[in-house]
């Protein structure tokens, strides 16, 4: 089955997005160990 080239563009973007809210999360974390310290 392969799937169209506009599917995977869409993945893509959700890819980035995924990522961003990943390095949003990092940045939580890390703010919350350094108010710990």
Do not use: A, C, E, G
Not at 5 to 24: G, L, R
């Amino acid at each position: 089955m392969v799937s169209p080239p506009h599917s995977q563009t869409t993945n893509d973007k959700q890819q980035t997005t995924n990522n961003k809210q990943q390095t949003t999360n990092n940045k939580q974390q890390l703010n919350k160990i350094l108010d710990r310290t």
